[in-house]
């Protein structure tokens, strides 16, 4: 079992930053991905950020040059950084974390923390 705990979202204008963190604890072996999601109101959950264990990343279109994932090994922490906001990036966000063992993968989510972005 892995335990995400996300902080750091809330109430920010057009143009502002906020930085989200996702702190994990749990059996921590073997997990590929750690990564970002959001669901909007009325909206289907979607995918935004994601780091590889070996430190890749990749962004979603509509956040890639704005948004920042980076990952802190040494205190099983994830963050996304988040530039230039918009109102359509209003949502709530979800970390998440992938973990494949014994040829079965599990995806782990946190509570959420809410994102406001006011024009």
């Known amino acids: 079992q892995v335990q995400l705990v996300e902080s750091g979202g809330g109430l920010v204008q057009a143009g502002g930053s906020l930085r989200l963190s996702c702190a994990a604890s749990?059996?921590?072996?073997?997990?590929?991905?750690m990564g970002w999601y959001r669901q909007a109101p009325g909206k289907q959950r979607e995918w935004v950020a994601l780091?590889?264990?070996?430190?890749?990343?990749n962004y979603a279109d509509s956040v890639r040059g704005r948004f920042t994932i980076s990952r802190d090994d040494a205190k099983n922490t994830v963050f996304l950084q988040m530039n230039s906001l918009k109102p359509e990036d209003t949502a709530v966000y979800y970390c998440?974390?992938?973990?494949?063992?014994?040829?079965?993968?599990?995806?782990?989510w946190g509570q959420g923390t809410q994102v406001t972005v006011s024009s």
């Open positions: 998440n974390a992938y973990q494949y063992h014994n040829k079965l993968g599990y995806n782990y």
């Open positions: 749990g059996s921590m072996f073997s997990i590929i991905n």
């Open positions: 780091i590889t264990s070996g430190g890749v990343e």
